[in-house]
């Protein structure tokens, strides 16, 4: 919603600028930003680090969940045997091992998830660099992501398509 907001303002402002004569025409580049991301030569290298980290951290879940169906059924095996105060340790000890399970999952995610910010962050960063020397050279007042597809019509007279020239310029 906010990027539509922005988008909105850009063209508001586009419109006015067109309808006074006096303005030169404003021009502006357009480009899907993720194409650019994906072309750059370090993406598919920071791809395959996270990839391998979520192995790792599938590996350790799927790792935490045998021993827990192990402890299970075990404990499903001699809970007719058991007395009382056993039975309620292992109980407790699966309990336990349930939640320890279910913490590891949610905190494993949010690790990822951070990860992935950490590992792209250099790769946005040349980007956006790469974006504003573009811009400034072709005297852009913006450059708008098409990735966002609030932008049905573009019309080609008043905007660029940069989608080549940034790939040129991240290789």
């Known amino acids: 919603m906010k990027r539509f907001l922005v988008l909105l303002v850009a063209f508001v ?7 006074d004569d006096a303005t030169p025409s404003v021009k ?4 899907s930003y993720q194409a650019a991301i994906q072309s750059m030569a370090d993406y598919n290298l920071v791809q395959q680090r996270l990839t391998d980290l979520k192995n790792q951290y599938q590996a350790e879940a799927k790792r935490v969940e045998d021993e827990f169906n192990r ?29 320890k399970n279910i913490n590891f999952k949610n905190s494993s995610r949010q690790q990822l998830a951070e990860a992935e910010t950490e590992a792209f962050s250099p790769l946005y960063a040349k980007l956006n660099a790469v974006l504003a020397a573009i811009g400034q050279d072709r005297g852009y007042a ?16 008043m905007g660029e398509d940069i989608n080549d020239i940034v790939k040129d310029a991240l290789k």
Do not use: C, W
């Not at 502006?28 to 480009?31: K, V």
């Not at 059924?73 to 007719?80: A, M, P, V």
């Not at 992501?145 to 049905?152: E, H, Y």
């Open 28 to 31: 502006f580049g357009y480009l």
């Open 13 to 19: 402002s586009l419109h006015a600028f067109a309808q």
């Open 142 to 157: 913006f450059i708008l992501d098409t990735d966002v597809k609030a932008l049905p019509f573009i019309n080609p007279d």
């Open 71 to 99: 402890k299970y059924e075990e404990f499903l095996d001699g809970q007719r045997d058991f007395p009382k105060s056993i039975l309620q340790k292992r109980q407790s000890e699966l309990q336990e091992l349930m939640e």
